[in-house]
T-cell receptor, first 109, second 113 residues
Framework: GENVEQHPSTLSVQEGDSAVIKCTYSDSASNYFPWYKQELGKGPQLIIDIRSNVGEKKDQRIAVTLNKTAKHFSLHITETQPEDSAVYFCAATPPKLSFGAGTTVTVRA | DADVTQTPRNRITKTGKRIMLECSQTKGHDRMYWYRQDPGLGLRLIYYSFDVKDINKGEISDGYSVSRQAQAKFSLSLESAIPNQTALYFC????????????FGPGTRLTVL
């Protein structure tokens, strides 16, 4: 089955700096790569996603890049703000939706 | 997300007890899922259901069972709880179309002593 690895496990950034989270996947059949954000005490929520027919997608301060040849994809958050502090999960599918282990992002004021 | 609710939100129980976690959704989605979250392991799929008559095992189904009582309800049972089932449990739904985005409930924190 699909194996998704995510790095780093924790990330501390100064407010206003950028944050980058990287993931790799193993199944070449995967073609959809969502990113979920989990705030304290809540369930994960989709924040951005990318399909394998594009290499990059941007939505305001967040962007995702995909390198299908190398089987890796990344989340980029620019101009980080305190409300960006959360746990972020990458995922890949098909086959079933497989999640990375998560990255705890802390934005220091 | 208020569209997906889970009860209870917190539960402490003892080894050997039977526990049921319940999930209800008002999104009208056919697909429902149960995950457990452990530190450093992310979200792992326990069971999933694509409609009322469909039940499928996920990657870590041992020690768990589920019941899809209606389109809107999907419950997870631990027949005889053990300490390594201590975790955060999430229910999720999706409509199975387009990107198949999953919508998660707020989670149930289960502690087995």
């Amino acid at each position: 089955g699909e194996n998704v690895e995510q790095h780093p496990s924790t990330l501390s950034v100064q407010e206003g700096d950028s944050a980058v989270i990287k993931c790799t996947y193993s199944d070449s059949a995967s073609n959809y790569f969502p990113w979920y954000k989990q705030e304290l005490g809540k369930g994960p929520q989709l924040i951005i996603d990318i399909r394998s027919n594009v290499g990059e997608k941007k939505d305001q301060r967040i962007a995702v890049t995909l390198n299908k040849t190398a089987k890796h994809f990344s989340l980029h958050i620019t101009e980080t703000q305190p409300e960006d502090s959360a746990v972020y999960f990458c995922a890949a599918t098909p086959p079933k939706l497989s999640f990375g282990a998560g990255t705890t992002v802390t934005v220091r004021a | 997300d208020a569209d997906v609710t889970q009860t209870p939100r917190n539960r402490i129980t003892k080894t050997g007890k039977r526990i049921m976690l319940e999930c209800s959704q008002t999104k009208g989605h056919d697909r429902m899922y149960w995950y457990r979250q452990d530190p450093g392991l992310g979200l792992r799929l326990i069971y999933y259901s694509f409609d009322v008559k469909d039940i499928n095992k996920g990657e870590i189904s041992d020690g768990y069972s589920v019941s899809r009582q209606a389109q809107a309800k999907f419950s997870l049972s631990l027949e005889s709880a053990i300490p390594n089932q201590t975790a955060l449990y999430f229910c999720a739904t999706s409509d199975g179309t387009g990107n198949n985005e999953q919508f998660f409930g707020p989670g149930t924190r289960l502690t087995v002593l």
